[in-house]
């Protein structure tokens, strides 16, 4: 897609931010959520809860906070005696990008460096006498694991790994040169040295996955941690293959990864991307191709280790779902796409629209993978803008805009895991949803939450890209989103009356949570209420802590916000500021690694400001930013942790 400007590409994106980890328990980064014995008097008192007290939204009397990542917040643990401990938090970031970091082998990477398909670096020639290596602004996706027998030379303490993906980078060096989906995007796999008394991790090794088993990976955006410790990535806008050939975009992706603008193939991305790490800090990528060519903004595995739903971060978006033929692989399965029943609503207090769900398709990565390797578009489907006055196409809406489509005879199975947007809507799918991105899961409660970052367009009434036979409807816009909530059922069936063989099936929805959009910009230029969410993007939840973490790609918000979600007490709190005009991303939540808790956010793309009225704090701040990241040119992967001490779950 084009990127003509912040706001336009936000409204099809999503955000990232560094990773934020919240060591709930030791010292330096305390595990929050380990409850091992110490005492001497008895049994040692463990966690019975956990709440966050928020902090204030930074404002121009202290600019500064409004130019960096702020943490102002606190960590309340309760325990079986009745105390309380609280832990004042703070903000640790591994690199910003750009930096030169360690390989692992005595010397040095660009992290978030881009490299083509033969792993050389990518040049960015704009401005004459400062060649360099293109870097991303945009860390995104990242997942914090361990694995056993780890074995990295330089770590002194627990090695532990997180694995980070970057959704691209937003201009060449010259400022004019527009980079959106223009270069493969890097994934790459730090080495952290965790000590043990303290829980802090230090970068010891940052490696480069190869993805030329991927063919290359496309703006790879939301991730998740699958539950056998795989990272699962995520490419979002797939490029439409009807017109792949004439987007220039896609022509200079295609000419940045492989030098020929002409080699890439558009069905080979728009599909899940799995990462393993392996026990030397290295990491190995496939890419899964019976999931959907969809928007893959954050998939969301169930504990069953089968069962997963899927963001999709478009207009005339579905709510998707994937089940796995076998446990902890997702190579082959059933591909599913939601029919909404009447009653959806933005109310919480509403009673929820059903879910039927209707079959795509049955396939292995394999299968499809031959098919994306042979099939051109037009042996797939035929697909026309205007009425062809033919009863065998049918209508459909696709990215904001009506078709006409029939499938070619034979060809179902390409239809449903190639064109799946389009497939889905011609077999009656509610494809209705405005960026639906991040996914998580509750599993004591058997509740899902879906984020969409924006209601609008095909939601509202009466809107172009609306239609009614959906049943996803709303009267005006909600340019600030909000979060719905699935409860997870068994014994559902398809529209085919056909078993669903999961007990973790999605059967109603309705709205946790949502923003207020502002009749007129508030004095500091914020289009939505700053104190409540405002276009949320990554989700994650902490069984641990009964909380639901919402990170914002807002262009609302003249600072995107970090907020934990008690889904007990019902209580918002901000916990983080991301610069401004950044967005935070690479959400993600371990309760217990080592016996230490983490909360991983990044940002991207600090100072990016996509909304005019953001101008009443651009002179101010643009300075300041260009300080702080690299003259706007870098961006932040990190963790939150404890401001002095650190955070320990269990009393010694």
């Given at each position: 897609m084009s990127r003509p400007n912040a706001l336009q590409r936000r409204q099809a994106l999503k955000f990232l931010g560094a990773p934020l980890m919240l060591p709930l328990g030791g010292s330096a980064m305390g595990s929050l959520l380990t409850a091992c014995g110490g005492g001497t008097s008895g049994p040692t008192p463990s966690m019975t809860g956990a709440s966050f007290t928020g902090m204030a939204a930074p404002s121009l009397a202290t600019p500064a906070d409004m130019a960096k990542t702020l943490v102002a917040s606190t960590l309340s643990v309760k325990y079986t005696d009745n105390s309380t401990q609280d832990y004042a938090l703070a903000y640790q970031p591994f690199f910003t990008t750009g930096d030169l970091v360690p390989d692992g082998k005595g010397g040095t990477v660009l992290a978030g460096g881009y490299v083509d398909f033969a792993g050389k670096p990518i040049i960015d020639t704009t401005v004459a006498g400062k060649e360099r290596q293109f870097f991303s602004d945009s860390p995104d996706g990242t997942s914090l694991l361990k694995l056993p027998n780890a074995s990295v030379t330089g770590v002194k303490g627990n090695a532990v790994f997180a694995v980070v993906q970057f959704e691209y980078t937003t201009w060449a060096q010259d400022g004019k040169t527009d980079m959106y989906g223009r270069l493969p995007s890097p994934i790459a796999v730090l080495t952290l040295d965790q000590d043990p008394a303290t829980g802090k991790l230090s970068l010891v090794k940052y490696h480069n996955v190869d993805t030329a088993p991927a063919m290359g990976l496309w703006i790879t955006c939301g991730s998740s941690l699958s539950p056998w410790d795989t990272h699962l990535s995520s490419e979002e806008y797939e490029p439409d293959a009807f017109t792949a050939s004439t987007s220039a975009q896609f022509k200079a992706y295609s000419k940045n990864l492989f030098g020929d603008e002409t080699k890439a193939n558009p069905y080979h991305y728009g599909?899940?991307?799995?990462?393993?790490?392996?026990?030397?800090?290295?990491?190995?990528?496939?890419?899964?191709?019976?999931?959907?060519?969809?928007?893959?903004?954050?998939?969301?595995?169930?504990?069953?280790?089968?069962?997963?739903?899927?963001?999709?971060?478009?207009?005339?978006?579905?709510?998707?779902?994937?089940?796995?033929?076998?446990?902890?692989?997702?190579?082959?399965?059933?591909?599913?796409?939601?029919?909404?029943?009447?009653?959806?609503?933005?109310?919480?207090?509403?009673?929820?629209?059903?879910?039927?769900?209707?079959?795509?398709?049955?396939?292995?990565?394999?299968?499809?993978?031959?098919?994306?390797?042979?099939?051109?578009?037009?042996?797939?489907?035929?697909?026309?803008?205007?009425?062809?006055?033919?009863?065998?196409?049918?209508?459909?809406?696709?990215?904001?805009?009506?078709?006409?489509?029939?499938?070619?005879?034979?060809?179902?199975?390409?239809?449903?895991?190639?064109?799946?947007?389009?497939?889905?809507?011609?077999?009656?799918?509610?494809?209705?949803?405005?960026?639906?991105?991040?996914?998580?899961?509750?599993?004591?409660?058997?509740?899902?939450?879906?984020?969409?970052?924006?209601?609008?367009?095909?939601?509202?009434?009466?809107?172009?890209?609306?239609?009614?036979?959906?049943?996803?409807?709303?009267?005006?816009?909600?340019?600030?989103?909000?979060?719905?909530?699935?409860?997870?059922?068994?014994?559902?069936?398809?529209?085919?009356?056909?078993?669903?063989?999961?007990?973790?099936?999605?059967?109603?929805?309705?709205?946790?949570?949502?923003?207020?959009?502002?009749?007129?910009?508030?004095?500091?230029?914020?289009?939505?209420?700053?104190?409540?969410?405002?276009?949320?993007?990554?989700?994650?939840?902490?069984?641990?802590m009964r909380t639901l973490f919402i990170g914002e790609d807002s262009s609302y918000h003249v600072n995107n916000f970090l907020w934990a979600y008690n889904v007990d007490t019902k209580t918002l709190s901000r916990i983080a500021s991301m610069p401004s005009g950044a967005e935070a991303t690479g959400l993600g939540v371990v309760d217990d690694l080592n016996g230490w808790t983490y909360i991983t956010s990044n940002f991207q793309h600090p100072g990016d400001w996509g909304v005019p009225l953001h101008n009443v704090v651009k002179a101010t701040l643009d300075p300041l930013v260009r300080a702080n990241y690299k003259d706007r040119f870098g961006a932040q992967v990190g963790y939150l942790t404890g401001a002095a001490t650190g955070m320990r779950l269990m009393k010694a």
């Open positions: 599909h899940l991307p799995e990462v393993t790490v392996n026990p030397d800090g290295t990491g190995t990528i496939k890419k899964h191709y019976c999931l959907g060519r969809i928007s893959h903004e954050l998939i969301q595995v169930m504990p069953d280790q089968r069962t997963a739903i899927m963001g999709d971060d478009a207009t005339n978006g579905g709510f998707f779902m994937f089940v796995a033929d076998k446990a902890k692989d997702l190579s082959s399965g059933s591909l599913y796409v939601a029919r909404f029943g009447t009653g959806f609503s933005l109310d919480p207090a509403a009673a929820g629209a059903a879910i039927t769900w209707i079959k795509l398709g049955s396939a292995t990565s394999a299968e499809i993978k031959t098919l994306a390797d042979t099939l051109k578009p037009t042996d797939i489907m035929d697909v026309s803008s205007t009425d062809p006055g033919d009863a065998t196409y049918t209508k459909i809406w696709f990215s904001k805009k009506v078709q006409w489509v029939r499938v070619k005879p034979g060809m179902e199975k390409a239809a449903a895991f190639l064109e799946t947007h389009r497939y889905a809507a011609l077999k009656g799918g509610s494809m209705a949803f405005t960026k639906m991105e991040g996914t998580t899961v509750n599993a004591r409660d058997k509740i899902a939450y879906s984020a969409l970052q924006n209601m609008q367009d095909s939601m509202v009434r009466g809107d172009a890209a609306w239609n009614p036979d959906y049943n996803i409807t709303i009267e005006k816009k909600l340019n600030a989103g909000g979060v719905l909530a699935h409860t997870l059922s068994a014994g559902q069936k398809d529209s085919t009356g056909t078993a669903i063989d999961s007990e973790w099936v999605p059967s109603l929805t309705k709205t946790l949570l949502i923003g207020e959009d502002l009749a007129a910009a508030d004095a500091l230029g914020n289009l939505a209420n700053p104190d409540k969410i405002g276009a949320p993007d990554n989700l994650k939840f902490s069984e641990r």
